[in-house]
């Protein structure tokens, strides 16, 4: 996507003495645009714990560079694959609930297991970690072209009125490599002239909604408007949305979806008011071991104080406020499940599956046994 007219990705790589991952930091968005270079495996950690990336398919991406950098650190060690099974075990170990990362990793491992030579160590995590980098790319620009024939429907329905979707997080193409999972639709339909608004919800307690979906659909010159996260209910009941739109951080082989906290409620609303609730999520996000999401899927639980503060850019600079008594605990649960029963499709670089087993092995025969 463009920023100023020029063309970037969410990470990149350039070659050096040394190896050197940039990437957007995400967390001066929308004020500042900043690029960030990150040199060593640690920095990369990092930048994944402590979200200066975010999102199912960029962290994913993240960490198969992450990898690529610790081998080419680790590289002339006689422990190499101990070492570079303790770095993927730090890696996944960041951010639970994203099965991206996990399989990111696991697939650098399996492609190093029993190489002796560290330059081609090195070549391998460097070529495994673009070639990563490349099909969430991909995959979120085929979403896309699955995708937008279900706004241009509902286009067509209304005589070529305004298309209302409302969205949850940030699931464009600051979450992924680029383009994104949920937005992917959305951008494609905006191309093709077609009328839209976007709902977006602020999406506490880190308002990836407010400050990241947001600048994507104004750098995109896509009508849009922020709301609070409790919204989306009076919009629906009162016809205000035509369809849900999100992405997800993990999906269950039967359907499940783990997604941004508050999800399931977004879902629950659609479902008591008649709107389709569509999720977009490339074959990554899958996670084909899991057949019930409530009770398999690991929810990450950060910090209390990204509930008890709220920051924000005041007099040129970042700064934190807090919002709660000083003595109140808080609980902040990252993710939350939502059941297939209430999910009407969803979006993959396949096609559009229905969420059940039988709709899943559809798209993907090949994962399933029977």
């Keep these: 996507m463009k920023v100023n007219g020029v063309s970037y990705r969410t990470i990149w790589l350039e070659d050096g003495s040394r190896p050197c991952v940039k990437i957007i930091d995400q967390r001066y968005l929308p004020h500042r645009f900043v690029v960030e270079p990150i040199e060593d495996f640690e920095g990369l950690l990092r930048s994944i714990s402590e979200m200066h990336l975010r999102g199912a398919g960029l962290i994913g991406v993240a ?32 951010r639970p609930t994203a099965v991206n990362l996990k399989w990111a990793v696991e697939r650098q491992l399996g492609l190093l297991a029993g190489v002796e030579y560290s330059e081609e160590r090195v070549a391998i995590a460097r070529k495994t970690a673009v070639e990563i980098a490349e099909e969430d790319a ?85 009508p849009h408007t922020v709301i609070a ?12 949305v035509d369809l849900v739109l999100t992405g997800a951080d993990r999906i269950t082989a039967n359907g499940d979806t783990a997604n941004k906290i508050g999800t399931y409620l977004k879902a629950l609303a659609a479902h008591d008011n008649g709107v389709p609730f569509y999720i977009a999520a490339p074959s990554s996000s899958f996670d084909w071991s899991l057949t019930d999401g409530l009770s398999q899927i690991p929810i990450e639980q950060r910090h209390p104080d990204e509930v008890r503060y709220v920051g924000g850019w005041l007099d040129g600079k970042f700064q934190r406020v807090l919002v709660c008594p000083d003595k109140s605990p808080a609980a902040n649960f990252a993710f939350d499940v939502t059941p297939a029963r209430l999910i009407s499709g969803i979006i993959t670089e396949r096609g559009i599956c229905k969420p059940l087993p039988a709709g899943i092995k559809k798209v993907f025969p090949e994962k399933f046994n029977y």
Aim: proline share 2%; net charge negative; charged share 15%.
């Design 229 to 240: 996260d409790n919204t989306g209910g009076h919009l629906m009941q009162h016809g205000l």
């Design 138 to 222: 991909s995959c979120c620009r085929l979403i896309g072209l699955k995708g937008v024939g279900i706004i241009d429907d509902i286009a067509r329905s209304k005589n070529g009125g305004v298309v209302n979707i409302l969205t949850h997080c940030n699931a464009g193409w600051l979450a992924f490599t680029d383009y994104g999972s949920a937005l992917s639709p959305v951008y494609e339909a905006w191309h093709r002239g077609v009328k839209l608004h976007v709902w977006v919800d602020e999406t506490r307690p880190r308002n990836q909604g407010a400050s990241l979906t947001a600048w994507e659909l104004l750098n995109e010159g896509i």
């Design 63 to 94: 960490a198969a560079f992450g990898m690529y950098l610790a081998a080419w650190e680790r590289r002339f060690l006689a422990n190499f694959q101990e070492a570079m099974g303790e770095c993927a075990s730090m890696l996944i170990s960041t």
